[in-house]
């Protein structure tokens, strides 16, 4: 149990275009989403917390919006990176929440922008 | 031995050796943590997770030990196997009621047979 996804595992663009990252828990209702993002060798970082049917809560330094989130319901956010750059390459990863400690997480989209 | 890297410390050990990796975490009102493994290009893995009422926690191969005093943490893996190679992070929660976790820096384990 408690399994998330992602899609896509991976993807390329061309800098200036958006991309959309899903997020999906896929036998339980998650009450809170997160999105971390993680550059190689180095830990996860937050970049925000959603709850279904409300804003995004966003960390310190972080941009809304270029980073737009979407929590549709309790089983989906997704993650749109506007006017992808090369610097925004990295590693995405979601979590979903069940209790307000356990985090499940998802295998990660990897995106490179070229 | 261990060292430190640029920003991953890495711990290298034999097949059927124990390991031991540390963390150091901030937050003296943490009240609960988690310990997670990664590998290379997934998702971080629940490993075992302790509360801060508890000193120590058993799972299978793997021990955690909790030392507030000192704000440490502890993870002890037995008999350490190849694919126990990977990165480990602690994870603390620092506001009891919500789910928001702090992640450490991490160590790699590389375990050679």
């Known amino acids: 149990g408690a399994v998330v996804s992602q899609h896509p595992s991976w993807v390329i663009c061309k800098s200036g275009t958006s991309v959309k990252i899903e997020c999906r828990s896929l036998d339980f209702q998650a009450t809170t989403m997160f999105w971390y993002r993680q550059f190689p060798k180095q830990s996860l970082m937050l970049m925000a917390t959603s709850n279904e049917g409300s804003k995004a809560t966003y960390e310190q330094g972080v941009e809304k919006d270029k980073f737009l989130i979407n929590h549709a319901s309790l089983t989906l956010s997704t993650l749109t990176v506007t006017s992808a750059h090369p610097e925004d390459s990295s590693f995405y990863i979601c979590?979903?929440?069940?209790?307000?400690?356990?985090?499940?997480f998802g295998p990660g989209t990897r995106l490179l922008v070229l | 031995g261990e060292s430190v890297g640029l920003h991953l410390p890495t711990l290298s050990v034999q097949e059927g050796d124990n390991s031991i990796i540390n963390c150091a975490y901030s937050n003296s009102a943490s009240d609960y943590f988690i310990w997670y493994k990664q590998e290379s290009g997934k998702g971080p893995q629940f490993i075992i997770d302790i509360r801060s009422n508890m000193d120590k926690r058993q799972g299978q191969r793997v021990t955690v030990l909790l030392n507030k005093t000192v704000k440490h943490l502890s993870l002890q893996i037995a008999a350490t196997q190849p694919g126990d190679s990977a990165v480990y992070f602690c994870a603390e929660n620092a506001q009891e009621g919500y789910s928001t976790l702090t992640f450490g820096k991490g160590t790699m384990l590389l375990v050679s047979p």
């Open positions: 979590s979903a929440s069940v209790t307000q400690e356990t985090q499940y």
